[in-house]
Nanobody, 125 residues
Framework: QVQLVESGGGLVQAGGSLRLSCAAS????????LGWFRQAPGKEREFVAA????????YYADSVKGRFTISRDSAKNTVYLQMNSLKPEDTAVYYC??????????????????WGQGTQVTVSS
């Protein structure tokens, strides 16, 4: 069974940076897509970024493009989300997710098979 464990969330001032980590276990992830989603209070879960594990191809939501970077360390089975120039509107619970295959951009939450427990990111103004 795939397990995803996020870490790295916290409180940061606007303009600051955080790096989230997602430690993945239970499978060989070469065919997988790993993604980050977020959910703010009262809002639906939204796509942030995705990476195709085997090729390292990356995709981003327009709202984070140029500020966030998704990457993976195959040796550690870990996916990262480097978040720079944070804004108060980035405040949310951030979730790591895994899809067994690559479907394209990887922006649809319904396509993901496994989810982590989430980590809170709070950006103060």
């Amino acid at each position: 069974q795939v397990q995803l464990v996020e870490s790295g969330g916290g409180l940061v001032q606007a303009g600051g940076s955080l790096r989230l980590s997602c430690a993945a276990s239970g499978r060989t992830f070469s065919s997988y897509t790993l993604g980050w989603f977020r959910q703010a209070p009262g809002k639906e879960r939204e796509f942030v970024a995705a990476i195709r594990w085997s090729f390292g191809s990356t995709y981003y939501a327009d709202s984070v493009k140029g500020r966030f970077t998704i990457s993976r360390d195959s040796a550690k089975n870990t996916v990262y989300l480097q978040m720079n120039s944070l804004k108060p509107e980035d405040t949310a619970v951030y979730y790591c997710a895994a899809d067994r295959i690559w479907r394209g951009v990887g922006a649809q939450a319904s396509e993901y098979n496994y989810w982590g427990q989430g980590t809170q990111v709070t950006v103060s103004s």
